[in-house]
């Protein structure tokens, strides 16, 4: 009896063993493959399924305003965020200049905050007022400021209407700059990140 628990052990352990090492196998050749190559079987993808990480740090090209503080980001050119409406394809990044998923292209720069972490702009801006005000108050004071209001969120917090890109940066900024507001900032995409 307690030879036949060893043997069965001693099994399982090589089984668990061969398990890993095919595995580790699989990663290594996944790894020798060039950048951009498929696998013989498949096709290259133009969409990333995967977060990507910085190799380097580029040095930043903009800035956006986190409350009080600016955050430096630097665009990546290698990749493109695709927010055009496809049917079943809900990836959003992809391969600089890749095929569009659509004819109606709505793309953004993709670009990296100082973690590293992805970022994109699919429009709009996230405000929040200097004071609680109500739904007319809070409309006339953006639009005073160049803001187009598209939905009230709450006493303080709007959505305003901003360009897919750089667009919305841009108007973040601005509104940020004029002091009038207690924050301005892109309505972001943010890479999603699995635990």
């Known amino acids: 009896?307690?030879?036949?628990?060893?043997?069965?052990?001693?099994a399982g352990r090589a089984a668990w063993r061969c398990a890993a090492v095919a595995?580790?196998?699989?990663?290594?050749?996944?790894?020798?493959?060039p950048?951009?190559?498929?696998?013989p079987d498949r096709p290259a993808l133009d969409t990333v399924t995967k977060p990507v990480r910085a190799k380097s740090k580029a040095a930043p090209t903009h800035v956006w305003h986190d409350g009080a503080g600016k955050r430096a980001l630097s665009i990546d050119t290698t990749l493109e965020a695709d927010f055009s409406p496809a049917g079943g394809d809900d990836r959003v990044l992809r391969r600089a200049g890749a095929t569009p998923k659509s004819a109606s292209s709505l793309v953004s720069p993709v670009l990296r905050d100082e973690a590293g972490r992805l970022r994109a702009l699919p429009g709009g801006v996230i405000v929040v007022l200097a004071a609680p005000a109500d739904e007319a108050a809070g409309r006339a004071l953006l639009v005073r400021n160049g803001a187009s209001p598209v939905r009230r969120l709450s006493d303080t917090l709007w959505l305003v209407e901003g360009p897919v890109g750089l667009g919305s940066l841009e108007l973040a900024n601005r509104l940020q700059a004029t002091g009038r507001f207690a924050s301005a900032q892109p309505n972001w995409w943010v890479e999603r990140t699995l635990k």
């Open 23 to 33: 595995a580790l196998s699989v990663a290594a050749l996944a790894a020798a493959l």
């Open 1 to 10: 009896m307690a030879a036949d628990r060893t043997v069965r052990r001693i």
């Open 35 to 39: 950048a951009g190559a498929a696998a």
